[in-house]
């Protein structure tokens, strides 16, 4: 690979192209993550500055394995080592989403409209599009982990640990732009290339579970980027090598993106394209058929991943309970939490509370096909066919309902049945199961919220993922500060029954049901009301 | 029989007219041409003409019925193809063309594979995989593999080469035989004027002009070449002859349609040896109402 000056040109002009067109977008997301870290800072500064209240929560967190493996063991019991251990997990992913999200708007989609020919033809460099979109990715995490840095030393923590958690987050954010510079160089489609850089993320996520730091296999935490963050070590005498480790993989991610771009044609992946049936199948013969065909990918990847995460737990439970068992720290609090609750029982329900909203970000996911076909002008080609609006609506929205319950009952079913070969004990799979699917009803509302923004406002679909993320701040608080109780009300998985914990199924969860028919059919009646754009 | 009935039509977007009390009609059996620069208001029309956009007033029928409220009833009496045409990338172009042509009530096999022999198209591809010109082959192939009364074409050549354009003619001139009703939404001329028999003509939202072929020209002038015995003289004191150049006894210029009879007899004197008379193009036509607008316009891509 040889670098051409004229491969380059015109970088500056896209550059200030994205910039005039995410001038909204970069800020939002840019204060977003902010408020994030900020607010993460703020409620151990704020309301853990004792020491002895900081060494209880320590000592109730270490001694819980579902939260070690989620956000790792605490490395220090000091203000600065509790706001490091809360941002080790859900800071990387939440910049990671960011970077991936900048990088394949700006490069695949961008390319895929078939902009990039335009640009191409405009004196713009092969390479230009590449780099502009690299520089304003990588822009944007520095520039995030410059304020977080300036921020935490301002909140009155140590500069070497504030340092250390801001560079840790602008290189993590850096590291998945090269990869996703990589990822599409490799395919055709942009939703092809956010398959496989999300998957890799989530594969961070889960080898960095896997090797949590109290278990025995904490080597495989080093073959996770996610892992690293913790072993920086921030607040707890920081490993500064490891931004070298960082550096490397960010280079040679780098040198492969801009190898690969250099072999392919514009608009061409490297991966091949297959060649496809002729003819129509007999399912694809009404809109039900073909929302099935474009949304069935996503639904058996969340399926086998979120099987293979319970067998996971399962088989990971026997020794969580002899870990509880043998604390009986641990156990006092349990007993005046829940009464007598299993502590098997207790670790289940808090995995549940989590991946409850993991699953509806695939409702999310799901639901905003329905945008993203009408933005394609995919779905005129039905609309102006035989299908009606409604119709229509409704067999994506089929998937978006009934995906992440088939989800939930795969997650339940794999980690009891695992659970009960492991440990012998006969399982009740019927009492997993229908406490997972409690969470069907807060599901359904996160997408009653896509849907109705979708039917009424249609442009600003995508901030469902904004009140996404309030109710999973909502419930990131609750764990720490006595927020007032109609806070907690607003988001749906509050009125989700722990029903492991003996928790009953009530009027509250009736609402929630109500709430989710209510905002889905206002949105199917404004989606039939609106110019379709 | 009318088609399509179209009565004061108006749209905004905002506070922007993009339709100002259009009028228009099709009458069975019609190739009916629908002519104007990009932003007209052509694809605004169509989309409400198909139930997509809500009109702000005036009346609007198609097949008889209401394109807003009787929308699925209607849609499966017609196929329609998009100016721009983006397909599921996941989706091999036969998938598309069976899925929406069993949508739209089944079609013939044998018409689908006369129809993909003819366009040259391989549909075992993936239509992420297809060019512009094969996509738009794809969405051509699905709309007139069905057989329907009324098919509405919003710039169909684009992309496609010069080949399949003939193709796609043929395909058109095919429907008109069966009986078939034809919109066709265009600003390629020399495409309108090979195969519709009315037009209208839409700039700024309102329609300008509105009839057939020889009516429209009749508004316009005719080029006209002339060889005299003597040098033709007084041709730059009418004001209804325009463009002229003169070389000795050769004469070229332009008359405004309505004064032909006066020219002719005007030129007797001269001794007229030979006299070649062109009607004017759809070209001329455009020019003459967008002036240079118009041909500016032209040059610059699609967006």
Redesign the interface.
């Known amino acids: 690979m040889h670098i051409k000056k004229a491969d380059y040109s015109g970088t500056m002009s896209l550059i200030r192209l994205i910039l005039r067109r995410d001038r909204i977008i970069l800020p939002v997301l840019i204060l977003f993550l902010v408020l994030v870290f900020i607010s993460i800072a703020a409620i151990f500064v704020y309301t853990y500055s004792d020491a002895v209240l900081r060494e209880g929560l320590v000592l109730q967190i270490s001694s819980n394995p579902a939260s070690v493996a989620f956000l790792g063991s605490i490395l220090d019991s000091s203000v600065g080592g509790l706001v490091a251990w809360r941002s080790a997990v859900i800071g990387p992913i939440l910049v990671a989403l960011m970077s991936i999200f900048l990088m394949i708007r700006h490069t695949r989609s961008e390319e895929r409209k078939g902009r990039l020919e335009l640009l191409n033809s405009a004196a713009v460099g092969r390479q230009a599009l590449l780099t502009s979109a690299l520089i304003t990715t990588c822009g944007a995490n520095i520039l995030l982990g410059t304020i977080i840095v300036i921020s935490f030393i301002g909140l009155g923590l140590s500069w070497e640990g504030s340092v250390a958690t801001g560079l840790a987050m602008a290189l993590f954010g850096c590291l998945l732009a090269a990869i996703t510079g990589v990822a599409v160089q490799l395919t055709e489609s942009s939703s092809d290339a956010r398959y496989i850089t999300i998957t890799v993320l989530i594969a961070f996520f889960l080898i960095r579970m896997v090797g949590w730091d109290d278990g025995q296999t904490v080597w495989l935490s080093w073959f996770s980027p996610i892992g690293w963050v913790h072993h920086i070590s921030a607040f707890a005498g920081e490993e500064w090598w490891i931004f070298g480790l960082f550096t490397i993989f960010i280079l040679g991610l780098l040198f492969l993106a801009y190898y690969l771009s250099s072999q392919r044609d514009v608009g061409a992946g490297i991966l091949p394209q297959r060649e496809g049936p002729a003819r129509a199948s007999s399912t694809l013969t009404n809109s039900l058929g073909l929302a099935w065909r474009l949304q069935r990918g996503m639904l058996f990847f969340w399926i086998i991943i979120f099987t293979l995460m319970g067998v996971l737990l399962g088989y990971n439970a026997q020794t969580v309970t002899n870990l509880f068992t043998d604390n009986p720290q641990f156990m006092n609090i349990l007993t005046q939490l829940g009464g007598a609750a299993d502590p098997l029982d207790s670790y289940i329900t808090m995995m549940l509370l989590l991946l409850g909203q993991v699953f509806a970000i695939y409702g999310i996911l799901a639901a905003l096909k329905l945008r993203s076909e009408e933005v394609k002008k995919h779905s005129e080609f039905l609309i102006t066919n035989s299908v009606s609006r409604t119709r229509w609506v409704l067999s994506n929205l089929f998937f978006a309902l009934v995906g992440p319950v088939l989800v939930l009952i795969a997650f339940s079913l794999s980690y009891s049945l695992t659970y009960g070969i492991i440990s012998g004990v006969e399982q009740d799979i019927i009492r997993f199961v229908s406490a997972a699917l409690v969470y069907t009803p807060a599901i359904w509302v996160v997408v009653g919220i896509a849907v109705a923004l979708f039917g009424l406002v249609p442009r600003l679909t995508s901030l469902t993922w904004l009140v996404m993320g309030l109710f999973l701040i909502i419930n990131l608080l609750a764990d720490f500060l006595d927020v007032n109780q109609w806070v907690l009300d607003i988001s749906p998985f509050t009125h989700v029954p722990n029903m492991l914990l003996g928790d009953t199924v009530g009027w509250s969860l009736v609402l929630v049901v109500l709430v989710a028919v209510f905002l889905i059919s206002i949105g199917i009646v404004g989606y039939g009301r609106r110019d379709i754009t | 029989m009318s088609v399509i009935d179209i009565e004061k039509l108006t749209k905004y977007y905002g506070n922007f007219l993009a339709l100002n009390e259009v009028d228009f009609n099709v009458k069975q059996g019609e190739v009916f041409g629908f002519i104007g620069p990009n932003g007209a208001g052509k694809t605004t029309t169509l989309?409400i003409l198909?139930?997509?956009?809500?009109k702000d007033s005036g009346n609007i029928r198609l097949l008889g019925g209401d394109p807003w409220h009787d929308?699925?009833r209607l849609?499966?009496r017609l196929a329609?193809v998009?100016g721009?045409v983006?397909?599921?990338?996941?989706?091999?172009g036969?998938?598309?063309?069976?899925?929406?042509g069993?949508?739209?009530?089944g079609f013939e096999r044998e018409r689908r594979d006369k129809l993909l022999e003819r366009f040259k198209l391989d549909?075992?591809?993936?239509c992420?995989?297809y060019s512009?010109g094969n996509r738009q082959k794809v969405?051509l192939i699905?709309a007139l593999v069905s057989d329907v009364e009324l098919y509405i074409f919003d710039e169909p050549t684009i992309g496609l080469d010069p080949l399949m354009e003939m193709v796609f003619r043929e395909s058109v001139n095919e429907l008109k035989k069966e009986g078939k009703t034809v919109l066709l939404s265009s600003h390629i001329l020399s495409e309108v004027e090979a195969l519709c028999d009315r037009i209208c003509i839409i700039r700024e939202g309102q329609i300008i002009e509105n009839g057939t072929f020889d009516e429209l020209r009749h508004l316009t002038r005719t080029n006209i070449t002339v060889d005299t015995h003597k040098p033709i003289t007084g041709l730059e004191n009418m004001k209804w002859v325009h463009n002229l150049t003169q070389k000795g006894n050769h004469t070229q210029f332009s008359v405004d349609a309505e004064k032909i009879d006066s020219l002719l007899r005007y030129l007797t004197q001269f001794g007229v040896q030979s006299l070649i008379s062109v009607p004017p193009t759809l070209e001329d036509l455009f020019i003459s109402y967008y002036g240079l607008e118009y041909t500016e316009n032209k040059e610059t891509?699609r967006g």
């Open positions: 989309r198909l139930g997509m956009l809500r929308a699925v849609h499966r329609y998009p721009e983006n397909l599921w990338p996941g989706l091999t036969g998938e598309v063309i069976d899925m929406l069993k949508l739209r009530g549909p075992r591809k993936k992420g995989a512009t969405a699905a891509p």
